[in-house]
Structure formats: structure tokens, C-alpha cells
């Protein structure tokens, strides 16, 4: 992996802290898992442990873009009705470094704006790690890929 900026989730607290090196840069709430922590796939649990931003999709496309299968497909705006659980803005897409969390890949886990902003703070999510959309857009631009991301557990529960 690169040296440089690095990422730490932590579940228990619903955050998300970037550093450099041993100092810390910014930080922001999230969503995780309303499932939980867990590594089955179909279970839509976070995983916890070492991973890495194996790409960066979303480059250049406007604030609010929908991806389907990490394809842009429309723009969503705030106030717009929908049921589903959209990803947007941008997509840094984790591979999984531990035997636990080999299998993050396939089951398509990422760190991803939402069009559920009012739930950023509590977990909510399928799996995913959500960021309000403008926090993703800071974020993606000082992540480089291959860039280290720690996914640490509920405080007091050991995996």
C-alpha cells in the first residue's frame, strides 16, 4: 500500500477520521451497517479490519449522481421520493486485506455519499459506509487509491 492518507471507521463512535501518517486531518459522521458487524455475504453487515481502496469511481461527475453497478445512471437532488437506498457522489471501493474480509469485494462494500443524509450518524446502512454527499466530495479528493482503511469494530466487541 502507499504511504500517505489513511482512513479509520469506527463503528462504535459512527465515524470516519483521515489521517496522515500519525495526524489527523479531518473527520466525519457516518452511517454503517444497521445489521451490524459481520463478514457473510447477503448478511448486509459491515465488515471490520484492514481493507484498501482498491479503485475510486466517480470522478469528475457532478455532486448527486447515482451509480448503478458503479455506473453513473442520473442525478439525484435533495427532495427527490424514492424507497431506495441509492449510492452517490462518489465510490471508494474496499478490497478486504484479512482472511475475515476477503470476500469484500464481491460483496460490493464501499464508502459512498447517500440519498439518506438525515440517517449519517447512526447505522442505517446495507453494509456500506455513508457519508452525507459533500463530505464525500471532500473526502475522494484526499484518498488516494490503494490508500489503507481500518474498519474497527463496536467498542467491546472483538471479531
Known amino acids: 500500500m502507499k504511504q500517505g492518507n489513511r482512513l479509520e471507521v469506527s463503528i462504535g463512535d459512527q465515524r470516519l477520521d483521515l489521517f496522515n501518517g500519525g495526524r489527523w486531518l479531518a473527520g466525519y459522521p457516518v452511517s454503517t451497517a444497521a445489521n451490524g458487524v459481520g463478514f457473510v455475504e447477503g448478511s448486509y453487515c459491515t465488515p471490520v ?10 470522478e469528475g ?9 458503479r ?3 442520473g442525478i439525484w437532488q435533495p427532495g427527490d421520493a424514492t424507497e431506495e437506498d441509492l449510492v452517490l457522489t462518489r465510490i471508494l471501493r474496499l478490497d478486504g486485506l484479512d482472511p475475515a474480509n476477503a470476500n469484500t469485494l464481491q460483496r460490493c ?14 447505522p442505517a446502512s446495507h453494509g456500506c459506509i455513508r457519508l452525507r454527499n459533500a463530505d464525500m466530495l471532500e473526502l475522494f479528493a ?14 467491546g466487541v472483538t471479531q
Open 109 to 122: 462494500i464501499y464508502i459512498h455519499g447517500t440519498n439518506r443524509e438525515e440517517l449519517i450518524g447512526s
Open 71 to 73: 455506473v453513473p445512471d
Open 142 to 155: 484526499q484518498v488516494p487509491q490503494d490508500a489503507e482503511v481500518l474498519i474497527h469494530p463496536p467498542h
Open 49 to 58: 479490519g484492514r481493507f484498501r481502496v482498491i479503485e475510486k469511481i466517480g
Open 61 to 69: 461527475e457532478p455532486g448527486g449522481t447515482v451509480f448503478r453497478a
